[in-house]
């Protein structure tokens, strides 16, 4: 299903510092995840997937971790940048499901904003 | 690669006025596209799934007859919102897959006056 919220979470960090993104998903058939990161105006630009068979991946300065067993999914950026303010999804997807190829559920989001 | 492309990037119509969407795959062929609506504050929330050569499917809640689907080439969906009203202004934004991943469109920007 979709997901709504008036008011997305914040997460406020100082320039330097690592920020972690959590992410909680419903659907315990999803078999592939992505995080977007959504600047204020634009489209979700793609940041890093992982797969339901991989526990960890790493980016460049950004690591995505996911926890099956309590369907959790996080997002960390190292060395945050006042760059990487905006608003960050995670999306499900269940690549196997057949008729629900591609269609992404998106969390609810988190605003992040980097202070210098 | 995998870079999509939509235009118009704002539009401004009156109500009642019918106003098109184009999304484009520019790089690459894309058999299905997605039409997504996000409201100021809040998450994406999936439309419609745009196919080549067949009918639109639909979400529960989306009305199919006014929110017109065409996906006329393999580069190529247009979304028509008909008689538009100002509860139709939003910001709309398209995505294409390119081998398991979505990639989006940059959006446009819907104000129904």
């Known amino acids: 299903g979709e997901s709504v919220g008036l008011h997305l979470p914040t997460l406020s960090v100082q320039e330097g510092d690592n920020s972690i993104i959590n992410c909680a998903y419903s659907?315990?058939?999803?078999?592939?995840f992505i995080w977007y990161k959504q600047e204020s105006g634009k489209g979700p630009q793609f940041i890093i997937d992982?797969?339901?068979?991989?526990d960890k991946r790493q980016g460049q300065r950004v690591t995505v971790l996911l926890n099956k067993t309590v369907k959790h999914l996080s997002l960390q950026i190292a060395a945050t940048q006042p760059g990487d303010s905006a608003v960050y999804f995670c999306a499900e997807n269940e690549l196997t499901g057949g008729t629900s190829y591609g269609k992404l559920t998106f969390g609810q989001g988190t605003i992040l904003t980097v202070h210098p | 690669g995998a870079v999509v492309s939509q235009h118009p990037s704002w539009v401004i119509c009156k109500s009642g006025t019918s106003v098109k969407i184009e999304c484009r795959s520019l790089d690459f062929q894309a058999t299905t596209m997605f039409w997504y609506r996000q409201f100021p504050k809040q998450s994406l929330m999936l439309m419609a799934t745009s196919n080549e050569g067949s009918k639109a499917t639909y979400e529960q809640g989306v009305e199919k007859d006014k929110f017109l689907i065409n996906h006329a080439s393999l580069t190529l969906s247009t979304l028509t919102v008909t008689s538009a009203h100002p509860e139709d202004s939003s910001f709309y934004i398209c995505s294409a897959p390119w081998g398991d991943t979505q990639y989006f469109g940059p959006g446009t920007r819907l104000t129904v006056l």
């Open positions: 659907n315990s058939a999803s078999d592939y």
């Open positions: 992982i797969r339901s068979n991989m």
